[in-house]
Each structure stands twice: as C-alpha cells, then as structure tokens.
C-alpha cells in the first residue's frame, strides 16, 4: 500500500535557523506531492504543490521544497524560520490513477523559538 | 475564496447517540472528504464523495457513515458514538481533477 513517512515528529529551532522537513512516499509511479500547514487554531491551508516540471518548488511564506524522484522524496526547506513558522507541518501524496485521494503523512510540529 | 464550513467547532456527546457531522463547500467542487487528525497518526481518510449520492470508504471506516444528498453538503455519521472515536475531525473539498484540497476548521468531538 502506498504510504508517505515523515521522518522528524517534533523540531525545534531557533528563529532565524534553517529548517528542512524530511518526506518520502512508497510509489514508483506518477504522484502529485504536496505540503500543508496548520498554525495553532487553524485550518489545514496548502504551503506548495509539484505537479511536473521543475522539481524545485516555490510556495508561500519563503518555503520551498525539492522533488527527488529517485529517492522517492520531497522535503521541505526554508532558509530562515520565524517563530510566526511554529506549527504543524504535512506531506501529502496524491497516487496517479487514485481517485485524488490525498495520502498523508504523520505530521512534523515545528516550535521556533524567538 | 473557497469555504469549507463545518457546523461546529467542538461537539461533546455520550457513549452510543447518533452523532452528525456537517460540511458544507461554496466552490460547487466535485470532490468531498472526511478525515480524522490524531496525534502522531496525521490525517486518515474515513470517507470520500465523488458526487452526489456517491461515497467510497476511505482507511478507517468502520464505525462511520456519510450522506451526500446535495453537492455542496457531505455529512458524516456516527453511528453509535464510541469513546475510541474522540478526534479532530476535518472536511475537505476540491474539484475532480488533481487540484489540492480545501479544508474546514475542524470539529473537535469529544465523546464521554
């Protein structure tokens, strides 16, 4: 069965450290690959998306995440968090030929520290 | 900007009632999900309408219905509320393409 792994459950960094959230999805086929955010008290909202093209993807708030299909990953970056970056962090994975059913993985809670 | 309305926030009821569940999207999306978020488990699918009257079971069913008699509204039922059964519990909506998903607020179900 296809599954996506989030490798770290709780980071904590200090503002202004460089973040790098790890993903990796058991299937060899075509995926759609995702990461979503949920700040404390809010709605699940999309960070970015890789469909095709380049594998490095820009999305909101200054993260980006990079594709690596022969190592089945796509972990999450960004540069410099900010304690405004404290939340809880998913890797999600749509299956080509799957009915858009979204394959989560077990969630990241980052805390930044101010 | 799409909507994804979920009728409450957080809902306490007692071992065996009948419990519903309602979302309701703006969007006209095809597409309609239940989940449920559990600490160290992420998101599960219960769930999941193709359109209207059209439902498949997602990963942990059991224990679970939906109705979808309108488009925009997909309910999810619990039939006889277990304790096992205290969650968050998040609506979803998208198109039928493989667009990304909108999400609820969620509704935190405790049952007693």
């Known amino acids: 069965a296809q599954s996506v792994s989030q490798h770290n459950h709780h980071v904590i960094l200090s503002e202004a450290a460089s973040l790098e959230l790890g993903c990796n999805y058991s299937?060899?086929?075509?995926?759609?690959l995702f990461w979503y955010v949920q700040y404390p008290g809010q709605h699940l909202q999309l960070l970015l998306k890789y469909f095709s093209g380049d594998p490095l993807v820009k999305g909101i708030k200054g993260f980006e995440a990079e594709f690596i299909k022969s190592k089945f990953s796509f972990n999450l970056r960004k540069p410099s968090v900010q304690w405004s970056d404290t939340a809880e962090y998913f890797c999600a994975v749509i299956v080509s030929g799957n009915t858009g059913k979204l394959i989560f993985g077990q969630g990241t809670t980052l805390q930044v520290k101010p | 900007d799409v909507k994804v309305t979920q009728s409450s926030r957080y809902l306490v009821k007692r071992t065996g009632e009948k419990v519903f569940l309602e979302c309701v999207q703006d969007?006209?999306?095809?597409?309609m999900f239940w989940y449920r978020q559990d600490p160290g488990l992420g998101l599960r699918l219960i769930y999941f309408s193709y359109d209207v009257k059209m439902k498949e079971k997602g990963d942990i069913p059991e224990g679970y219905s939906v109705s979808r008699e309108k488009k925009e509204r997909f309910s999810l039922i619990l039939e006889s509320a277990s304790t096992n059964q205290t969650s968050m519990y998040l609506c979803?909506?998208?198109?039928?393409?493989?667009?990304?998903?909108?999400f609820g607020d969620g509704t935190r179900l405790s049952i007693l």
């Open positions: 969007m006209d999306h095809e597409n």
């Open positions: 979803a909506s998208k198109r039928i393409s493989n667009q990304p998903q909108h």
């Open positions: 299937y060899g086929g075509t995926v759609n």
